[in-house]
């Protein structure tokens, strides 16, 4: 059975682009894969949580994870750092990771332009961290959203680069994975680009909002004074809202609104009211487990216990075999 990594950092709660773009894919596939699901925390030190910060998002984000239909039965959930083994791999993966290659990635660049006081060491060698946490588990399938293929590009390199260092055959190539034809990102409502958490509060609708401010922050998204000819082609901001109608409504909603829109008769407030309406809909069953599972602490400690033994011992087996295939030996 092939085997499945994918982590949240734990930066606060989890929104509709990491629902539709990761974990609405873990929730399909632990039917079907070996499937590891973790809360990237080491991660989210990148950015200098206080310690009560760091463990409030931890515990948010396992209990989204559960709300959202992730079973610990099917799946092994845990928490990174509760898997300190991934650092070790980390550290031999920073050997033959260079400079170069990781100040060239996306990701880096833009949080040296968000936060040029804070270019820290850990920011620079995240794609590596990254790549431990999924070929500690010899994973060759990562659910996640478009913005992350970079990172997975990265992963695929430093573990043939291992394999090619030491002459074998080890760790298998992962690549991003979803169901849909394309890798998914959702827009935010500021018309600017992906929902995000760093993008500002309303920006993104969040599994945990209130019905109340979904339908505000939906009704607040940035619009144009509509089209002026039939059949024009959408600009960002409204192409923003059509795709998120898509994710959340049904095919038949979507093509009303798109007709509406061809036709120069679309009421854009008509539109976000029906967006807002299936939203609400669409994550009503995760928002009414989200409080009774975070009061369960009993549950939560039983499942984090759990899929760290099961975690540490696919993860231990690994470093083992790494410390071999490096060279170290006791004497
Ligand atoms: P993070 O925490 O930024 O996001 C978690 C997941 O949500 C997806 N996502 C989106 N998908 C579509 N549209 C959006 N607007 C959107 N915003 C977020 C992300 O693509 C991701 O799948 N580096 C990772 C965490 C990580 C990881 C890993 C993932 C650490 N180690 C190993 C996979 C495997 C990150 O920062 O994701």
Do not use: W
């Not at 039917?31 to 590891?36: D, I, K, P, Q, T």
């Not at 060239?104 to 820290?120: E, G, Q």
């Amino acid at each position: 059975m092939e085997t499945v990594v994918s982590g949240i950092r734990s930066t606060g709660n989890l929104h509709l682009g990491n629902y539709y773009g990761a974990v609405k894919n873990f929730v399909k596939m632990q039917n079907e894969y070996n499937c590891f699901f973790f809360i990237a925390d080491y991660h989210s030190l990148t950015t200098h949580p206080t310690p009560a910060n760091l463990h409030g998002n931890v515990k948010q984000v396992l209990v989204e994870y559960l709300a959202s239909g992730i079973d610990p039965e099917k799946a092994t959930i845990y928490v990174q750092s509760d898997v300190p083994e991934v650092t070790e791999l980390y550290l031999y993966l920073n050997m033959n990771a260079y400079m170069g290659e990781l100040e060239r990635s996306t990701s880096f660049k833009d949080k040296v332009r968000a936060h040029p006081d804070n270019v820290n060491a850990g920011l620079l060698t995240y794609p590596v961290l990254m790549a431990a946490d999924i070929i500690i588990h010899k994973a060759t399938k990562v659910p996640v959203g478009k913005d992350q293929e970079q990172h997975l590009e990265m992963a695929r390199t430093f573990g043939n680069r291992f394999n090619r260092l030491y002459n074998v055959d080890y760790f298998p190539e992962a690549y991003a994975f979803t169901f849909s034809e394309n890798l998914v990102k959702i827009p935010g409502l500021d018309g600017k680009g992906k929902m995000g958490k760093s993008e500002g509060e309303a920006n993104a609708v969040y599994l945990s909002d209130s019905p109340e401010l979904i339908k505000k922050k939906v009704m607040r998204a940035v619009t144009d004074g509509g089209p002026t000819e039939m059949n024009q082609e959408k600009p960002e901001v409204i192409q923003n809202l059509f795709s998120l109608l898509q994710v959340v409504s049904s095919e038949d909603t979507y093509r009303h609104f798109d007709d509406l829109y061809n036709s120069c008769q679309i009421r854009y407030g008509d539109l976000k009211k029906q967006l807002a309406e299936d939203m609400i809909l669409s994550t009503a069953p995760i928002r009414e487990r989200i409080n009774d599972i975070s009061a369960d602490t009993e549950y939560l400690r039983k499942v984090s216990k759990l899929g760290a033994e099961k975690a540490r011992e696919s993860a231990g087996k690994t470093v083992r075999e790494v410390r071999e295939i490096i060279g170290f030996k006791s004497f």
